[in-house]
Each structure stands twice: as structure tokens, then as C-alpha cells.
């Protein structure tokens, strides 16, 4: 573990990376105090405010400081994010490990739902579940952490079949243990580093599926400041004030960059042999 | 050959069968209902049950499953609730725009992204390779609907080169394209410079390389040619990221395909319109797939003989 840190520290990409997550989480959580206004503070007469002293980064149709509700969207786009990991891992787990470990018609079955699932082009699904569940800030979370099941399901069996098979789990086995016992403490713990790394690429996947539906109005609502909602809104005065829809973009990119970056130096300080590939 | 090709085809069945059953159940499950939306709040019980009756949606979920999958065979698609006109009619309007995009982007995307992962991958750590790098987690990075708009603020606005948005000339495809080609240049680019990183350290190559064959006959017989089995598989998932991608990208610049139709579906609950253009969606998924299988066997010799 020590080696897999020094090998991340020295990975300048990756640090950045995760200076960036650092940044975004203190701004979620410090949202109030660094805000210079109250991200919902309608004034009228100062609607499409070009950046400038007053408004650092302008203000929007309605009036409201974009810096501000940037600062608050953080909030939305890391909480959205953290909550369907959550839910994509366990549920990935739970399933990956039900259908690794048992084998048989149970392992078939998940695996052909898997299949079909996969087989959606990644938006449609997303779309699909939203559309079920309607819209709203906690719907979004469903539906991007359901989203994100099959995949986490099938890497986790993938991993679980080839553990299974080792030598030390074999032993394990033979010396009378428990199967829930030998998956818990020979198996699960040999999937962490790779689940670490998915989840990390996951989370930026997550932001820009949140910011997708929220953009085409399937997924947070407003008056609540969502990265994605932002850019839509901004998108019908984009000719006569491009800064309303692209600043919020940009925070977006920023987000998705970071754990992007994090994700890649941590697979890379996690697994050596991979140094140098994608 | 053409048992895998039949073999293949008999495969997809069960796949579209599936996802038939998923986006029906979904659709069942819609908070909102067609039904009220169609006749307003104030329709009295009878009128909503005489249109429910009308429209089916009385019978079980299972009776209605097996209803619309027969008539989907038989080439039957229903009528959208919406415009009252056949399903297959608006899709058949709808899916050229959405192939042309599709298809121009996969065009640029493979160009773009196969020819920056070679040149990484011939000169790796070079200045060129790092500035491809950064750039391709960038590419990775952009929310694509805001990389369309900022090209639009680019390009038609300050610039005035190309139109804002619509469909009918060479013109109107640019921006759209380069928009959605974005992301999968980039996956591409990474996936190509590691595919042919692996093959250059083959011995086969060392071996080309000690007889004294050229560097980039090495390069084009040797290491492309092995490096294109990972980059075809990859396209075929790319394509299945596009079709997301272009409900986005054609919501972004007003193109009339069927990315814009679906999200106009989910907004009417015109649940039938949105079964047939996922359906469609599905189809082309599983096409695409096929020919990235059948493509196997014409680049890999070995991989036909197991058929």
C-alpha cells in the first residue's frame, strides 16, 4: 500500500487530479461561506450581467450570480455522484459475488440480464429508468446508481471466478472453512483495489450522466443549481449571452477531469503491470 | 462463415426480446399516464376507460408483452399517440438524420482518434504523445451537449462560419459531427496507442525488424494489422456510446433525427413512439456488433476457422 501512495505521488497528473477533488469537496462543503450570494437571489434588473466586478462570472436569465450557484452546484453534482457509486457498488457486489460465487442457473440468469442491460447505449438506459421513476434530484441518483449495476456486476464476477480458483482459496476451502468465510475475508478483500479504481472512474461518469439528464430536463429540477440545469437554461440565451450556459459547463469538465485523473494514476499506482497503457 | 453469421443473428433474438420486455415494463411502470394526458384532468371514468380500452392498456402487462412483440414481428409498430400517425412512419422520417450524424462522427471519430493513437504510439513520451494525452482526458472530460455549444458560440457566432443548427447541407453537419466524435476521438486515441504499444514489443516484430523490413512496413503489416482487433471492438462499443450521445448532440443543434424524437416521446408519455425508437436504437446496437464479429474473422483468419 505504501508503494502503490509513492508510486501515486509520483504521478504529477494524478496529483493534480486529486488536488482538484479536494478543491471541489471543500467548495461543497464550505458552499455557504464561499458563496458571495444567495444562489436563488433573483434581480431582475441585472439579468444576463456580463462577468464584472459585481458578478466575478456573471449573472443568469433570472438575474442570479453564477459564481454562486456554480459553488452550490458542487454540492448537487458530488452528492448525486457519492450516492449512485454507493449504490452501483453494493448492488454490483451483492449481485457479482451471488452470481461468481454460486454458479449454476443463478449465475446464468444474472449474467444474461447483465447482457441485456449492457447492450443499451449507456444514455437510453439511464434515460429509460429516469423516465420510470420521474424526475428529481433523488430520481437522478437512482437512476445513474442503477445504471451503474451491470457493469460493477460483472467486473466483481469476473474477479470472484478468478479467485475462486487460486490456490489459497482452494486451501482455505480444504481446511474446512465456511464458504461466507472464505468470501469474506480471502476473496472480497482481493477485489477492493479494482473496485477502488472503477468507482473513482465511475463517480466522473456519474457527474456527466447527472449534468446529461439534467440538461435535457429529465433530472434535477429547478430552481436547484445543477451544473447540467444550468448549461439548458443558459442554452436559450446562448447568441445574446454565451457566459450564462458555457461557465457552468466548464465547472463540469473540471469535475469530470478531476476524477478522471485521480482514477487513471490510481490504476496505474495500483496495478504496476498496466504502467504505461491506456 | 455462415453459421456464425446465422449463429449470431439467432443470438440477438433473445437480446431484443429482452429489451422489448424492459422498456415495456419501464413504460408500465411511468408515473404519468398517456391516457389522462391525452383527454385532460376533467375526462369523465368512462372516457379515460373507452381510450384505455381502445389503446389496449387494459389487458395484463404479459397479454400486452406478447401483443406487441407479435405485431413487431409482423412489422407492425402501432400508431403514436401523439400525431396519430404509424410508428414506423415517424421513425422511418427520423433515422437517416440520426445515421448520417452517427455515421459521420464514427468516420471522424475512427480517423481522428486511430491516427493520433499511432503517432503516440511510434513516439512514445514523445511532445506529441504528452500533449495527445492530456488532450484525450480532456476529450474524456467535456460534457459533450457543452462542447456542442461552445462550438456554436465559436464557430457561429464569433466566427460566422457555420449555422447554429438544423439539418439540410454539408454545413449543418460539421458542427454536430465534430460535437459527438469528441469523446470517442478520445477513447479511441488512448485505446490505439496501447493496442499498438503492446503489438511493437512482439516478437514477430522484432523478428521484421532483424531481417531489416522497413520501419513503417513494420508498422502498417506488422503492428496495425494486429492492433486492429482491440480498435474494431472498441468502434462497436463507441457506436452504442454515439446513439446515447446523439440524443444529446441533436437536442443541442435542433437535428431533426431520432435522439430528439425519444426525448419528445418521454415529454408526451407517448409511450408507443418511445418503445419503437428504442427498439431501433437496440436494432442498430446489435448490427453494429454483428458486423464488429463478422470484421473479426476477415482481419483474424483464425477467429473464422472456429467459426
Known amino acids: ?278 | 462463415m455462415l453459421t456464425f453469421v446465422v449463429r449470431r443473428l439467432l443470438l440477438a433474438v433473445p437480446v431484443l426480446l429482452g429489451v422489448v420486455f424492459v422498456v415495456m415494463l419501464t413504460i408500465d411502470l411511468l408515473p404519468g399516464d398517456a391516457v389522462t394526458l391525452m383527454l385532460g384532468e376533467h375526462a369523465t371514468k368512462d372516457a379515460v376507460a373507452a381510450l384505455r380500452a381502445h389503446l389496449g392498456l387494459d389487458k395484463p402487462f404479459l397479454v400486452r408483452y406478447v401483443d406487441y412483440v407479435g405485431r413487431v414481428a409482423r412489422g407492425d409498430l402501432g400508431r403514436s399517440i401523439q400525431q396519430n400517425r404509424p410508428v414506423a412512419a415517424e421513425l422511418a422520417d427520423a433515422w437517416p438524420a440520426t445515421l448520417e450524424l452517427t455515421a459521420a462522427a464514427l468516420l471522424l471519430a475512427a480517423a481522428a482518434g486511430i491516427g493520433a493513437g499511432v503517432l503516440s504510439a511510434v513516439r512514445p513520451n514523445s511532445a506529441f504523445d504528452g500533449v495527445a494525452r492530456v488532450a484525450s482526458l480532456f476529450g474524456l472530460s467535456m460534457p459533450i451537449f457543452w462542447t456542442g455549444l461552445v462550438l456554436i458560440v465559436v464557430f457561429s457566432l464569433w466566427l460566422n462560419w457555420l449555422p447554429v443548427g438544423g439539418a439540410g447541407s454539408p454545413a449543418h453537419l460539421v458542427l454536430p459531427a465534430v460535437t459527438l466524435a469528441l469523446p470517442s476521438v478520445a477513447m479511441i486515441a488512448r485505446m490505439t496507442r496501447s493496442a499498438v504499444l503492446d503489438v511493437l514489443r512482439e516478437d514477430y516484430v522484432r523478428t521484421a525488424r532483424a531481417k531489416g523490413v522497413g520501419e513503417w512496413w513494420v508498422l502498417l503489416k506488422h503492428a496495425l494489422r494486429n492492433a486492429f482487433i482491440p480498435i474494431i471492438t472498441l468502434l462497436g462499443l463507441q457506436s452504442g456510446q454515439l446513439m446515447g450521445g446523439a440524443v444529446l448532440t441533436e437536442t443541442v443543434f435542433a437535428w431533426p433525427g431520432l435522439g430528439r424524437l425519444m426525448v419528445k416521446a418521454i415529454f408526451a408519455r407517448d409511450y408507443v413512439l418511445l418503445q419503437g425508437a428504442v427498439l431501433v436504437f437496440a436494432l442498430a446496437f446489435v448490427v453494429v456488433n454483428l458486423l464488429v464479429d463478422l470484421s473479426y474473422g476477415v482481419l483474424d483468419p483464425r477467429v473464422a476457422r472456429q467459426g
Open chain 1, 1 to 278: 500500500m505504501t508503494d502503490a501512495w509513492s508510486r501515486f505521488r509520483r504521478n504529477r497528473l494524478a496529483v493534480v487530479g486529486l488536488a482538484l477533488v479536494l478543491v471541489l469537496a471543500l467548495t461543497a462543503g464550505l458552499a455557504p461561506w464561499l458563496a458571495p450570494y444567495d444562489p436563488a437571489r433573483q434581480s431582475l434588473v441585472e439579468k444576463r450581467a456580463r462577468p464584472g466586478a459585481k458578478y466575478l462570472l456573471g449573472a443568469d436569465e433570472f438575474g442570479r450570480d453564477i459564481l454562486s450557484r456554480v459553488i452550490y452546484g458542487s454540492r448537487v453534482a458530488l452528492l448525486v455522484g457519492v450516492l449512485s457509486v454507493t449504490i452501483a457498488v453494493v448492488g454490483g457486489v451483492l449481485l457479482g459475488t451471488a452470481a461468481g460465487f454460486t454458479g449454476g442457473w443463478l449465475d446464468a440468469g444474472l449474467m444474461r440480464g447483465v447482457e441485456i442491460l449492457l447492450a443499451f447505449p449507456y444514455l437510453l438506459l439511464a434515460i429509460a429508468i429516469v423516465a420510470m421513476l420521474g424526475p428529481g434530484a433523488l430520481n437522478t441518483t437512482l437512476a445513474v446508481g442503477i445504471w451503474g449495476v451491470p457493469a460493477v456486476t460483472r467486473i466483481v464476477r469476473g474477479s470472484v471466478l478468478a479467485l475462486r480458483e487460486t490456490e489459497y482459496v482452494g486451501a482455505a476451502r480444504a481446511l474446512g472453512a465456511p464458504a461466507l468465510a472464505v468470501l469474506r475475508r480471502h476473496i472480497l478483500p482481493n477485489i477492493v483495489p479494482g473496485l477502488v479504481v472503477y468507482a473513482t472512474l465511475f463517480m466522473a461518469n456519474a457527474i456527466l450522466l447527472e449534468a446529461a439528464l439534467s440538461f435535457l430536463g429529465l433530472g434535477v429540477q429547478p430552481p436547484t443549481a445543477s451544473w447540467g440545469l444550468m448549461v439548458s437554461t443558459g442554452r436559450d440565451v446562448l447568441l445574446v449571452a454565451p457566459h450564462v450556459a458555457t461557465v457552468p459547463g466548464l465547472a463540469i469538465m473540471v469535475a469530470v477531469l478531476a476524477f478522471n485523473l485521480v482514477g487513471d494514476g490510481l490504476r496505474d499506482a495500483l496495478d504496476p503491470r498496466l504502467r504505461g497503457g491506456a
